[in-house]
């Protein structure tokens, strides 16, 4: 297990490393410029992306082959048979994913900001901020469109599928699942938003088998972020007593009831199979 875990995460390493340097040579400097950061960080997501849906596109034709040896169907006939997973979805439970993840993010992000932990831990400050000076469309790009697509498909279509393969309890593998994302963000501050996301995320893809709603809602926590940040001067209501806590509870309140919906739905989908 931890051979099949720590590969792609090595991997993205490896390619994260080398992408900058190529591109520093191809452009002449000038995408390694602070102000360039976040494309640069656009077009190497989307470099890494066609290499991590391989992977991705692998692991679930093995799972497929190997599910239907079990079940005595011919190998053979696994190329006509694509899986086809109960990964239907109303745009309703969308809507209630995206509310999910914004509540989730905007309420985390109050709790840390209560506690000692920025201050004591300042790189979520430095990341932020080297962010936040380039330009609003690369943070967008970044952020929204090429992060999203990017992480899930590792860590959520990827990473968790193959934790699926040794664990077979859902809640222990989206624990273990959420840990490595926190781990993968690579600060404290950040690391135990991002744990307590991907418990989010690693539920939504369990759920349907599917990466469109844990990347629609990884975009929607994502940007809301960013439009946070866009108007994080205009703090003058927070000086009324107890609002900043009554806000807080609010969306830590409506995440978890979002969180809850869908995890009904996880056991809903498994009582057939205990049966």
């Known amino acids: 297990m931890i051979g099949r875990i720590a590969a792609p995460i090595l991997l993205y390493g490896l390619l994260a490393m080398i992408y900058p340097k190529l591109m520093g040579i191809v452009s002449g400097g000038r995408l390694l410029e602070p102000e360039a950061g976040m494309w ?19 692991d679930r034709g093995m799972r497929e082959l190997k599910r239907m040896k079990v079940n005595g169907a011919d190998g053979q006939l696994y190329k006509a048979r694509e899986r086809k ?28 900001a209560l506690t000692p932990l920025p201050y004591w831990f300042p790189g979520y400050e430095t990341a932020s901020q080297e962010m936040y000076r380039c330009s ?16 899930e498909m590792l860590m959520r279509g990827v990473l ?31 690391g135990m938003y991002a744990f307590v996301m991907g418990i989010f995320f690693a539920l939504l893809y369990e759920v349907y088998d599917s990466l469109i709603l844990p990347v629609t809602a990884h975009a ?27 806000v807080t509870a609010g969306f830590l309140l409506a995440g978890m009831g979002c969180f809850c919906c869908f995890r009904r739905k996880m056991y809903r989908r498994q009582e057939p199979l205990a049966r």
């Open 136 to 151: 609003l469309l690369s943070q967008i790009a970044a952020g929204c469109i090429s992060a999203p697509l990017l992480e």
């Open 220 to 246: 929607a926590a994502n940007g809301i972020s960013l439009l946070a940040g866009q108007f994080s001067g205009s703090g003058g209501l927070w000086k009324l007593p107890g609002l900043y806590e009554l």
């Open 85 to 112: 997973t109960d990964h239907r979805f109303e745009i309703r439970e969308m809507l209630l994913a995206v509310l999910g993840a914004v509540c989730i993010s905007r309420g985390m992000n109050y709790v840390l």
């Open 160 to 190: 968790y599928g193959r934790l699926r393969e040794f664990i077979k309890s859902p809640r222990t593998a989206m624990l273990v699942n959420g840990l490595l994302f926190g781990l993968f963000h690579g600060n404290v501050v950040q």
């Open 40 to 58: 640069l960080l656009t077009a190497g997501n989307f470099f890494m992306l066609p290499v991590f849906w391989r992977i991705y596109r692998q």
